[in-house]
């Protein structure tokens, strides 16, 4: 059963932006606390940002003041929103809730480079 469903990857150069996308479409996650994950080649799949049901959010270090976290205001989408992108920001990007209640998605690739 699918519970979460990512998009928005691609290949970018460095400084740019991008924006995934998530949804859950067997879940209501309007009261959930929702994350974004990222899995780089070779590493383990990390927490970079979450966000609560009434919109408090919270960064990795590594992404703090260039990525922001947001939901609709249906609560059903959760976006992020990805600027001054870096080559190290490249990875397999997942939604998920932040203590990951759902099974994972497949995920979306975000390649940065010139």
């Known amino acids: 059963q699918v519970q979460v469903v990512e998009s928005g990857g691609g290949l970018v150069q460095p400084g740019g932006s991008l924006r995934l996308s998530c949804t859950t479409p067997?879940?209501?996650?309007?009261?959930?606390?929702m994350g974004w994950f990222r899995q780089a080649p070779g590493k383990e799949r990390e927490l970079i940002a979450a966000?609560?049901?009434?919109?408090?959010?919270d960064y990795a270090d590594s992404v703090k003041g260039r990525f922001t976290i947001s939901r609709d205001y249906t609560g059903n989408w959760v976006y992020l929103q990805m600027d001054s992108l870096k080559p190290e920001d490249t990875a397999v990007y997942y939604c998920?809730?932040?203590?990951?209640?759902?099974?994972w998605g497949k995920g979306t690739l975000v390649t940065v480079s010139s």
């Open positions: 966000i609560t049901s009434i919109g408090a959010t």
């Open positions: 067997n879940r209501d996650p309007r009261y959930l606390t």
């Open positions: 998920n809730t932040k203590t990951v209640g759902l099974l």
